[in-house]
């Protein structure tokens, strides 16, 4: 979906967002429960240092000037940018920084949600986007760690066999309805977009539930008994 | 000659293993294994595709004691699918994360060897990942203190990379690598004309622990000695715990706005090193740390 599209949709009461030339957008949207923060990315931005430094910012700025507004992010990244000159800076350092910043802000009472609505991999779905309490995605995003043939040239397992594994665990195979089975995405959103994030708006957030999920939904049926062993430890 | 005889013997935290790293970095015979290899939580996934499993699926993690307090730990084994991470490992570290927030120790210790996501599980692996920054987080919110060490043979890659600038300190040594995407990616994805991963003065001098500690990415940098560790973990537990709040944020916010200003159009460390006032800096990567240390104290290094 076009990003315009998208606001149009998710904000028919208006909005004051800004996309910018690399890929950023932000500002703040009227809904019928007050006005939220929006924050994101466009056409699949590779996240590197300088987009991870300006949406830390806007969270920075949002917690010091609209104590307790909830952020909305909006997510379309194809991962963290790749290049050595962004390693040689400590990206890593970069990303964490924005994690730490939506984490201020959750700690502040600041509701924090996601829409995937085009793609979301790896690292640059790691330093924002799965930092919200409720992580939703439209049916046709992507949402992957890594493409079956690059998994295959890495692992050094044959193409075939991922392939047909794929099919039976939702664990390594990319797409939505994986990472949903897994506990990783609350929900699918479906039209109109404005009542969904309505509806998410008004559930107070419950922490982490995603191994809760993934349980319920049998993708991942480990994870949260595992923690809870060592808990009880 | 020299006489070696009243010399303590160095053991390498660079050549150890999760276990032996941290028998040696705690108080003798205080760890105690949580979820040990005898409670067999495996990797569904891995026996999915046939490959091989480890009893405690490449993660140590327990209790113990350093200098007389209490801490958790948890060791990421390299030698298992170096160090990555799935959906058992990220949850016994993700739940020992949780326990520190119930129990308060005086710190939490990460041994940090990883490639980040195991990809053979991947989708649970990022998952995993995201879980544990949260918890890491939250544990630090609740007063205790994460301490990350790096400094074994695979680096702290991936998201595992973004986990170490979570904590509140990290120690690293020489051998030592931190960062994002490791050098074997970046080859693979955009051509060896971007980065040479096979050489290596280069992807240390990229990653390594001496660029890191020059960088205010990391705060102690030591000998590749696991007796050199703890003493850096002793005195980084003796310090004042900073809280993660919003003046700290926004002055770690300037701390990068500033690295990016500067030596945002470096396309080498050495070009970095030249800047920060190393006159002749491809000297650097041969100092040993002491040495090293010295130069660099004389320098006005950013602040972290």
Redesign the interface.
């Known amino acids: 979906m076009k990003t315009k599209d998208l606001l149009d949709q998710l904000f028919p009461d208006g909005h004051s967002i800004e996309t910018t030339a690399d890929g950023l957008l932000s500002g703040y949207a009227q809904t019928a429960k007050g006005a939220i923060a929006v924050m994101g990315t466009t056409g699949h931005l590779a996240l590197g ?2 987009a991870a ?1 300006s949406l ?2 806007f969270v ?1 700025n949002v ?2 000037q609209s104590p307790g507004c909830p952020i909305l992010m909006l997510v379309d990244t194809q991962g ?1 940018r ?16 924005l ?3 939506l ?2 802000a959750r ?2 009472g600041h509701q924090l949600l996601t829409l995937v609505y085009a793609e979301a991999v ?2 640059g ?3 924002f986007g ?2 919200a309490d409720e992580i939703h995605t439209l049916a046709e995003a992507k949402v ?3 493409n079956l043939p ?2 295959a ?3 050094k ?1 044959p193409l075939e ?1 991922l392939e047909e ?1 794929s099919a ?7 797409g939505v309805a ?2 949903y089975q ?3 995405l609350r929900s699918i959103w479906s039209p109109p977009l404005a009542a969904e994030l309505l509806k998410a708006l008004d559930r107070p957030p419950a922490g ?1 539930c ?2 809760e999920d ?1 349980l319920t939904r049998q993708g ?12 009880e ?1 | 000659m020299t006489d070696f005889s009243n010399r303590q013997r160095v053991r390498s935290y660079y050549e150890a293993n999760a276990r032996y790293r941290i028998a040696h970095l705690l108080d003798a015979e205080s760890f105690s294994e ?2 040990g290899p005898t ?1 067999r ?1 495996t990797s ?2 891995l026996e ?2 046939g490959l091989p499993c480890a009893f405690d699926d490449g993660i140590v ?1 327990g209790r113990g004691c350093l200098n007389g307090l209490p801490v958790l730990i948890a060791s990421q084994e390299g030698g298992f699918m170096g160090g990555a991470v799935g ?2 490992h ?3 570290l ?3 994360l ?2 520190a927030v ?1 129990e308060k120790p005086a710190a939490v210790l990460l041994l940090l060897e990883s490639g980040g ?1 195991r ?13 544990i ?3 890491l ?1 939250v544990a630090r ?1 609740a007063g205790v203190p994460v301490i990350g060490l790096i400094g074994g043979v695979f680096g702290c890659f ?2 595992m ?6 904590c509140n300190s990290l120690i690293i040594n020489e051998e030592g690598r ?4 490791g050098p074997e ?2 080859e ?3 051509g060896v004309e ?2 040479d991963a096979s050489d290596r003065a280069l992807v240390w001098r ?2 390594g622990g001496k ?2 500690f020059l ?1 205010g ?1 990391v705060q102690r940098l030591v000998e590749d000695d696991i007796a050199e560790f703890r003493q850096a973990v002793i005195e980084t537990l003796a310090k004042t715990v900073q809280p ?3 003046e700290a ?2 002055r ?2 300037l701390v ?2 500033q ?2 200003s500067n ?2 159009s ?4 050495s070009e ?1 090193w030249r800047m920060i006032g190393f006159d002749d800096p491809l000297r650097l990567p041969l100092l040993d740390v002491q040495s090293f240390l010295h130069a660099a104290g004389s320098l006005d290094l950013e602040a972290s």
Do not use: W
């Open positions: 240092v300088e430094l830390a910012q920075l917690v010091k963290q790749l290049s050595k000159r962004d390693e040689l800076l400590g990206i890593n350092g970069y990303l964490a920084h994690v730490k910043c984490e201020l700690i502040r790896s690292g779905f790691l330093a799965l930092m992957r760690v890594m690059a998994m040239r890495i692992t397992l066999k594994l039976a665990s939702p664990s390594f195979a990319p994986n990472f897994l506990g990783g982490d995603r191994r993934g991942r049926t480990l994870a949260g008994r595992v923690a809870q062993l060592v808990r430890a | 949580i979820l409670e939580f569904p996934h999915a595709l993690i959906e058992v990220g949850a016994k993700t739940g020992l949780e326990l119930i996501v990809l053979h599980e991947a989708n649970a692996g990022l998952i995993a990942i995201s879980e920054i949260r918890a987080l919110n991936g998201g990379g973004i986990v170490a600038r979570c931190l960062g994002l995407s990616v970046i693979t994805t955009m971007e980065l990229t990653v660029h890191r960088l990415e993660l709040d919003l944020l926004e770690e916010h990068l706005e690295r990016l030596y945002g470096c396309r080498d460390s970095i």
